[in-house]
């Protein structure tokens, strides 16, 4: 005997609005084992899960390649060349040794 599931409508404990519990998540919850109903609306859990990680640090470089100002993830070593992403990008790639 299969279940059917509707959609519900559910109160967000965090910011208290309403939302949407569809059918096909009920069905995965269901299908993943989980026995509560969600707490949270969908923005509140996405803020919940990765609000609190810091943004990435970026590092402004003068390419090696044109010239051109642009960020990079990491910190560029002095005496290293840094390459934009388009000059990164059309560089040969170096062969790989054996």
């Not at 269901?30 to 609190?52: I, S």
């Not at 640090?57 to 960020?71: L, P």
């Not at 990491?74 to 934009?84: K, T």
Request: net charge positive; hydrophobic share 30%; charged share 30%.
């Amino acid at each position: 005997m299969g279940f059917t599931f509707l959609d519900r409508e559910l109160v967000c404990k965090d910011c208290g609005e309403a939302f949407v519990w569809s059918a096909g998540e009920q069905e995965f919850y269901a299908v993943m084992g989980f026995d509560n109903d969600p707490a949270r609306c969908p923005a509140c859990r996405r803020q919940r899960r990765y609000g609190n990680r810091r943004p990435p640090q970026k590092y402004r470089i003068v390419c090696s390649g044109c010239g051109e100002i642009a960020t990079v993830p990491f910190r560029p070593r002095p005496g290293r060349a840094v390459y934009c992403r388009k000059c990164y990008h059309s560089k040969p790639k170096k062969p790989d040794v054996a």
